[in-house]
């Protein structure tokens, strides 16, 4: 803090403070305080020139001033004449007269708190808006053109709050002028896209579908976005339309934006990726309680075979093989345009997909963006933000263990989880007329039913891969994470851990999306078998509302793993606990006895009932024999990363 001394004054300017006036006079008659203000205000023009911009700016700068600047006088709506300077990162302004009949203490409080700068990366739309009236000190008509951004909250886990600034000149072609110099720098923002295909879901969450939709496309019509919107009409709507597009025709959008729950972006994910992901399929899970070690798989999770260490190198041909043995893995997709250069394949660089959130959970925003809320999905879409999603890819073998079935592929984004968690999402859909409300009515009649499935799991071993993290258990199917609750590395934005290597296995990879730092010799598969009330697999973190720090609270965006959580038979009051503390930010829901957690790229599953039921993103899947693998970075979403 520094001090400038002027006669009878001292003016206390800070960094955030704003500047104070403090008199050394005890009394004064009016005449007398009048003399001494203007006085003041005769020597202000002075100090501001040395000064520039420290006075009227309270709160340290972020923008390039050591660029070029353009500079004009115009008039800020509700706050008068100000001097507008434009270089390459953004605008600032500051008031161009001080009127010497008004309190200068009053007007260094007011100026204190108004916004003197926006950065271009926070600004989402210009318009010119022609003549009309500028509200100051006098209302006057002059040709405008309005400056719409946002402010970003007070913490990380706050929405962005939407702000617009109107600025007026008396000339209408120095006006247009200024506007178009602006639209040339906002031109240069690169990755905004110019045009979008919208689903929305008009019965999802409390049906708010299209109300939500109705909030934000002003947003998108003042950024000149084109969208092309599809209100759906039934279940699967979204789904058909995108597997029968053409690649021409996605190739004409920039993305792809769901306006609902997390159950209408796993449709708009699994229309997208069914025909257009090219990969093999991963191996099939041996028959429940077989030991036949002649088996591909059952030679890494057959515990008495001295082929369990066999690195997964040495069988890099499974995955090839497996595919080769059954239906041509690409059988049931439609096969790519003729013209191959404009094959639309995943992961690539330009499509995104988005979500605006309007569901009863909306766990794939929360995790993304840290917060849920429609204008702040909305303007991420609209400024072009960008992030890898690790996807889930689930290959059903068998629905029925008597079923004879040829394979089939669906993908998660968040979540696959089976028993209590498949269980509740079948029982919901015969109660869908009571809305969210009926996850908590279903959940409880699960709970109280305390249903255990036999099962068997065959899951990749994962090594450690840093420091925070504990060498996994070597020889046995009982790894698990440490017991201790050690510091964990959360996922932020510019995680380092998501743009770092993957440690996904190459032989997982064979060529597909799911990358690899040729690692595999290091991993190998284990076995968990017996009574599982739960079987989950979190992609991300899944935190939402009810469960502020998700399953995994340590769980990345784009490392190329899942989290497989087992939670085996035990007394109903100990699953009570662990369902419990899910709904506790800080507590640690996986620090029992009967709950396994494993880091994985992939897990096979195997139940010999015939109602086996997945929950995939909220959506059902039945199915009792599976294999699911993480895909490195598989999409890109409209997200910046969770900033919580």
């Known amino acids: 803090m520094s001090l400038i001394l002027a006669p009878k004054f001292f003016l206390r300017i800070g960094a955030g403070a704003g500047i104070s006036l403090l008199s050394t006079t005890s009394s004064s008659s009016r005449r007398g305080r009048l003399a001494n203000y203007r006085r003041l205000s005769s020597g202000f023009e002075g100090l501001r020139s040395q000064l520039g911009f420290l006075l009227f700016q309270p709160r340290a700068s972020t923008m390039d001033t050591s660029a070029p600047a353009l500079s004009s006088t115009l008039f800020l709506d509700r706050v008068g004449e100000v001097v507008l300077s434009l270089n390459s990162t953004g605008l600032s302004w500051i008031p161009a007269s001080i009127d010497p009949e008004e309190t200068f203490c009053c007007q260094m409080m007011f100026h204190s708190e108004v916004e003197t700068e926006i950065r271009f990366s926070d600004v989402y739309a210009v318009e010119f808006t022609g003549l009309g009236l500028i509200n100051g000190h006098n209302s006057t008509e002059m040709y405008r053109f309005v400056v719409h951004g946002f402010q970003r909250g007070k913490n990380s886990t706050s929405p962005y709050v939407l702000s617009t600034y109107t600025f007026g000149h008396r000339d209408s072609h120095a006006c247009r002028?200024?506007?178009?110099?602006?639209?040339?720098?906002?031109?240069?923002?690169?990755?905004?896209?110019?045009?979008?295909?919208?689903?929305?879901?008009?019965?999802?969450?409390?049906?708010?579908?299209?109300?939500?939709?109705?909030?934000?496309?002003?947003?998108?019509?003042?950024?000149?976005?084109?969208?092309?919107?599809?209100?759906?009409?039934?279940?699967?709507?979204?789904?058909?339309?995108?597997?029968?597009?053409?690649?021409?025709?996605?190739?004409?959008?920039?993305?792809?934006?769901?306006?609902?729950?997390?159950?209408?972006?796993?449709?708009?994910?699994?229309?997208?990726?069914?025909?257009?992901?090219?990969?093999?399929?991963?191996?099939?899970?041996?028959?429940?309680?077989?030991?036949?070690?002649?088996?591909?798989?059952?030679?890494?999770?057959?515990?008495?075979?001295?082929?369990?260490?066999?690195?997964?190198?040495?069988?890099?041909?499974?995955?090839?093989?497996?595919?080769?043995k059954g239906e041509d893995p690409t059988s049931e997709q439609e096969s790519f345009c003729s013209d191959q250069s404009t094959a639309v394949s995943f992961p690539n660089d330009w499509l995104r997909l988005g979500i605006i959130p309007a569901g009863s959970t909306d766990a794939i925003v929360i995790s993304t963006t840290g917060v849920r809320d429609p204008i702040t999905s909305a303007l991420h879409i609209i400024l072009g933000k960008k992030i890898s999603l690790d996807v889930a890819q689930v290959v059903r073998w068998k629905t029925t263990p008597s079923s004879i079935d040829t394979p089939s592929v669906r993908y998660a984004a968040s979540f696959a989880g089976y028993g209590?968690?498949?269980?509740?999402?079948?029982?919901?859909?015969?109660?869908?007329?009571?809305?969210?409300?009926?996850?908590?009515?279903?959940?409880?009649?699960?709970?109280?039913?305390?249903?255990?499935?036999?099962?068997?799991?065959?899951?990749?071993?994962?090594?450690?891969?840093?420091?925070?993290?504990?060498?996994?258990?070597?020889?046995?199917?009982?790894?698990?994470?440490?017991?201790?609750?050690?510091?964990?590395?959360?996922?932020?934005?510019?995680?380092?851990?998501?743009?770092?290597?993957?440690?996904?296995?190459?032989?997982?990879?064979?060529?597909?999306?799911?990358?690899?730092?040729?690692?595999?010799?290091?991993?190998?598969?284990?076995?968990?078998?017996?009574?599982?009330?739960?079987?989950?697999?979190?992609?991300?973190?899944?935190?939402?509302?009810?469960?502020?720090?998700?399953?995994?609270?340590?769980?990345?965006?784009?490392?190329?793993?899942?989290?497989?959580?087992?939670?085996?038979?035990?007394?109903?009051?100990?699953?009570?606990?662990?369902?419990?503390?899910?709904?506790?930010?800080?507590?640690?829901?996986?620090?029992?006895?009967?709950?396994?957690?494993?880091?994985?790229?992939?897990?096979?599953?195997?139940?010999?009932?015939?109602?086996?039921?997945?929950?995939?993103?909220?959506?059902?899947f039945q199915a009792c024999q599976v294999t699911v693998r993480a895909c490195h970075g598989l999409i890109n979403l409209f997200a910046a990363g969770p900033e919580a």
């Not at 959940?443 to 450690?464: D, N, P, S, W």
């Open 177 to 324: 002028e200024l506007f178009d110099q602006i639209n040339a720098c906002m031109k240069l923002q690169v990755g905004r896209p110019k045009n979008l295909l919208v689903f929305v879901h008009p019965q999802c969450g409390k049906g708010n579908g299209c109300k939500t939709w109705e909030v934000v496309a002003p947003l998108f019509s003042r950024a000149k976005v084109t969208t092309k919107v599809t209100v759906t009409q039934r279940a699967g709507h979204a789904y058909d339309i995108l597997k029968s597009s053409t690649d021409r025709e996605l190739r004409s959008f920039d993305g792809i934006i769901a306006v609902g729950g997390d159950g209408l972006f796993n449709e708009v994910l699994n229309g997208l990726l069914s025909s257009r992901h090219k990969a093999p399929y991963p191996p099939a899970p041996t028959r429940l309680n077989t030991t036949d070690v002649k088996d591909p798989l059952q030679l890494h999770v057959y515990e008495d075979s001295k082929n369990v260490r066999n690195s997964l190198t040495s069988h890099s041909d499974i995955f090839v093989e497996t595919a080769l």
């Open 420 to 620: 209590f968690y498949g269980d509740v999402i079948k029982e919901s859909e015969k109660y869908r007329w009571m809305g969210p409300s009926r996850y908590d009515f279903t959940g409880t009649k699960v709970f109280l039913e305390h249903r255990a499935y036999e099962a068997e799991i065959g899951f990749l071993e994962a090594k450690a891969v840093d420091a925070d993290d504990e060498t996994l258990v070597s020889g046995t199917h009982q790894t698990r994470l440490p017991r201790r609750n050690p510091t964990k590395r959360v996922c932020l934005t510019k995680c380092s851990v998501c743009v770092g290597p993957t440690k996904s296995s190459q032989t997982l990879t064979n060529g597909s999306s799911c990358s690899s730092d040729g690692h595999a010799e290091d991993s190998r598969w284990l076995r968990s078998k017996g009574r599982f009330l739960s079987v989950g697999a979190a992609v991300i973190s899944c935190r939402n509302e009810r469960a502020p720090d998700g399953l995994v609270v340590d769980a990345h965006l784009s490392d190329g793993f899942l989290h497989l959580i087992l939670v085996k038979d035990c007394p109903r009051p100990f699953y009570l606990w662990h369902l419990t503390k899910l709904t506790r930010r800080g507590s640690n829901p996986l620090d029992f006895s009967f709950v396994e957690h494993h880091k994985t790229q992939a897990f096979t599953f195997v139940a010999n009932h015939d109602s086996s039921v997945w929950n995939l993103d909220g959506e059902l």
